[in-house]
């Protein structure tokens, strides 16, 4: 699959990382951060792996206005028009709106591929193929692809996508019966069983014609404010913010747009995904690529033993203790005994020892005496 000169990327970079605490925090998120020894932080990561297959001056990338200095020194190649900062977090819908506008002003036949700033691949010329193929596809097909991977546990924290029948017979792409957004238990383990659900991998793949009339047709609060979004594409400063963005509603590309949509497709990926959003998923995505490493993976620093204890970037002795992941800063040792399902890790003199199942705990050491301030 050959690249073309419609084809575009927008990586979304404006999260804060909040459950990776104490490592990421709302001063210097996760995206900014190596956090798993590879030498490049996740931005890094992600805009190398986009352009080996996308033209540099056709990688945008957003993010907050307070993260503009970290990526401009992490990313000084990236000019600033291409550049989008968020006064304010809008959901994921109102970056992909703004990116989507302005990339439509300089290419009406632009083909756009969404990802996220904080995932792991594993194969990546695989990945470069699946994406080229989605590419071609949305070229000559009304609708948003959506890439997709198996799940390999019944994790309530991704959303799930049901597959349909094959668009024909010449493609590996399928309709979609429905998105399910972070499942309990109980259905995730359904969906797990069922084998026609894939997790959502949070990229999607579409034309940009196509995406602005949906965000149009389907989220009312966005037709006042759009013909604004639309003129900045039309500017030579891409990067100036929309005059109505900070009134725009807190939206998700799925929720607002891709559930109301009637030509929604999935892309079944092979290509060795793991997302990096927590330290449970972290922990579970480690243990299954070193337990079964038939795809390339990225040099990373990353140590699984016997009793799936995970270091990351560190170093630990270990004693009757299983399912535990460590991450401490360079130079420290971590001697660990009889502990059993726990992060251990310190940042900026912070240290976190803490059952990694459990969610609510860690938002509730993230907010005790303000201790994130500390970052």
Not at 187 to 212: C, D, H, I, K, P
Request: proline share 6%; net charge negative.
């Amino acid at each position: 699959m050959k690249e073309s000169a419609n084809n575009y990327c927008v990586i979304l970079a404006g999260g804060v990382g909040s459950r990776l605490w104490p490592v990421s925090r709302e001063q210097h998120p996760k995206q900014f951060l190596d956090l798993l020894g590879s030498g490049r932080t996740l931005i890094q990561q992600t805009y190398d792996r986009m352009a080996r297959f996308i033209q540099p001056d056709h990688i945008f990338v957003s993010t907050q206005e307070r993260y503009l200095p970290l990526l401009q020194e992490q990313l000084p190649q990236l000019p600033r028009e291409q550049i989008l900062a968020e006064p304010i977090r809008r959901g994921t819908l109102a970056p992909v709106a703004w990116a989507t506008s302005a990339i439509s002003k300089m290419c009406a036949d632009a083909c756009i591929v969404v990802t996220p700033s904080d995932q792991e691949i594993y194969n990546e010329q695989a990945f470069a193929t699946d994406i080229l193929y989605c590419l071609s596809f949305v070229a000559t097909h009304n609708g948003v692809v959506t890439m997709g991977v198996l799940p390999t546990r019944p994790d309530t924290a991704f959303g799930y996508v049901q597959t349909g029948e094959l668009v024909d017979d010449d493609t590996r792409i399928r309709h979609v019966k429905t998105f399910t957004e972070k499942p309990d238990a109980t259905f995730a383990q359904m969906f797990l069983e069922s084998g026609e659900f894939y997790w959502n991998t949070g990229l999607f793949v579409f034309r940009a014609g196509y995406m602005m009339s949906n965000i149009i047709k389907h989220v009312p609060e966005y037709r006042d404010e759009f013909p604004e979004l639309a003129d900045l594409g039309a500017s030579a400063t891409t990067g100036v913010v929309p005059k109505y963005y900070e009134a725009l509603p807190m939206l998700s590309m799925e929720s607002a747009v891709l559930e109301h949509t009637g030509h929604n497709y999935i892309h079944p990926s092979h290509f060795g995904w793991a997302d990096l959003g927590s330290w449970k998923t972290m922990g579970a995505d480690s243990v299954l690529a070193s337990s079964a490493r038939n795809t390339p993976v990225p040099p990373t620093d990353v140590k699984v033993d016997g009793r799936n204890n995970v270091t990351l970037h560190s170093e630990a002795l270990f004693d009757n203790a299983q399912d535990n992941i460590v991450r401490l800063p360079d130079g420290h040792l971590a001697v660990i005994s009889g502990l059993d399902g726990f992060v251990i890790t310190e940042e900026s003199g912070v240290i976190m020892i803490c059952p990694k199942d459990d969610d609510a705990a860690m938002r509730r050491l993230r907010t005790l005496a303000h201790l994130d301030s500390l970052g």
